[in-house]
């Protein structure tokens, strides 16, 4: 899509006048207003993924397509099964509609098999809100990568720049959408709909500016990776036991 420089100008005047009104992050994002206690500057929000506990049932992907109406043949979130031959080899990597289903049972019982959640890395320096022209992704002051679909010109610029390939153009908004890390529930002292239904806790919300968060002692022990580090993101989403393999 070509944006032209009236465009532009129209669209930031639009943008101006909001913020002169004072609109509020739950207005732009759609969420409920927090509650009294919530204080964004309070917290830093990301997500720690264990590997080894994922059991590639789906109850994550099935409670983020209910939860936040995603159409359908369309994820938020999703999750991959590696099987791992030959080390020496790339892996064979599959989701099948996106795991929403589940995985059929492997026929292969003498391969390195392991599972891996997928989503918005709500990363701190974000690739997609550099190239927005118009300013519609943004990072919340408490660390959620959000998108304003008001101002959302369906460009797909964000599409293409994200590294994790968790961006998509929704077929009847023709605006872009992805995981919020469930801003409307998180706000209101509740954990995402995925972390709730994981049956095996291989999904948690952390807040990096809570000091009582298990996060800082697990990144202090234990082997913590995210993905793709070379693009130097600086993704909110933490994985324990990512094998070198995941891409």
Same mark, same amino acid.
Request: charged share 20%; with cysteine; proline share 7%.
């Given at each position: 899509?070509?944006?032209?420089?009236?465009?532009?100008?129209?669209?930031?005047?639009?943008?101006?006048?909001?913020?002169?009104?004072?609109?509020?992050?739950?207005?732009?994002?759609?969420?409920?207003?927090?509650?009294?206690?919530?204080?964004?500057a309070d917290h830093w929000w990301g997500m720690l993924i264990d590997i080894e506990k994922c059991i590639g049932c789906g109850n994550c992907v099935r409670a983020c397509s209910k939860e936040n109406n995603v159409p359908q043949g369309y994820f938020r979130t999703w999750v991959e099964r590696y099987?791992?031959?030959?080390?020496?080899?790339?892996?064979?990597?599959?989701?099948?509609?996106? =795991?929403?289903?589940?995985?059929? +049972?492997?026929?292969?019982?003498? /391969?390195?098999? #392991?599972?891996? &959640?997928?989503?918005?890395? !709500?990363?701190?320096?974000?690739?997609?809100?550099?190239?927005?022209?118009?300013?519609?992704?943004?990072?919340?002051?408490?660390?959620?990568?959000?998108?304003?679909?008001?101002?959302?010109?369906?460009?797909?610029?964000?599409?293409?720049?994200?590294?994790?390939?968790?961006?998509?153009?929704?077929?009847?908004?023709?605006?872009?959408?992805?995981?919020?890390?469930?801003?409307?529930?998180?706000?209101?002292?509740?954990?995402? =709909?995925?972390?709730?239904?994981? +049956?095996?806790?291989?999904?948690? /919300?952390?807040? #990096?500016?809570? &000091?009582?968060?298990?996060? !800082?002692?697990?990144?202090?022990?234990?082997?913590?990776?995210?993905?793709?580090?070379?693009?130097?993101?600086?993704?909110?989403?933490?994985?324990?036991?990512?094998?070198?393999?995941?891409?």
């Amino acid at each position: 899509m070509d944006i032209s420089r009236r465009d532009l100008f129209q669209i930031g005047g639009k943008i101006l006048v909001l913020a002169s009104v004072g609109a509020t992050l739950e207005q732009i994002t759609g969420a409920a207003p927090p509650g009294e206690a919530y204080r964004m500057a309070d917290h830093w929000w990301g997500m720690l993924i264990d590997i080894e506990k994922c059991i590639g049932c789906g109850n994550c992907v099935r409670a983020c397509s209910k939860e936040n109406n995603v159409p359908q043949g369309y994820f938020r979130t999703w999750v991959e099964r590696y099987e791992i031959e030959d080390e020496a080899k790339p892996p064979r990597v599959e989701s099948p509609n996106g =795991a929403i289903d589940g995985f059929p +049972p492997s026929t292969r019982t003498d /391969l390195k098999s #392991f599972f891996v &959640p997928k989503l918005c890395n !709500h990363c701190a320096d974000s690739p997609c809100v550099q190239v927005c022209p118009v300013g519609a992704t943004f990072v919340s002051p408490d660390g959620v990568v959000l998108v304003d679909q008001t101002y959302c010109l369906g460009c797909r610029y964000c599409v293409q720049a994200c590294p994790y390939g968790c961006r998509y153009l929704h077929p009847e908004t023709n605006t872009v959408d992805k995981c919020t890390l469930c801003y409307h529930r998180i706000t209101q002292g509740l954990t995402t =709909a995925c972390c709730e239904n994981c +049956p095996t806790g291989a999904r948690q /919300l952390v807040d #990096f500016k809570n &000091p009582q968060d298990p996060i !800082h002692e697990i990144l202090r022990t234990q082997m913590v990776q995210v993905l793709k580090p070379y693009m130097a993101t600086r993704a909110k989403v933490y994985y324990e036991n990512l094998d070198g393999a995941v891409r």
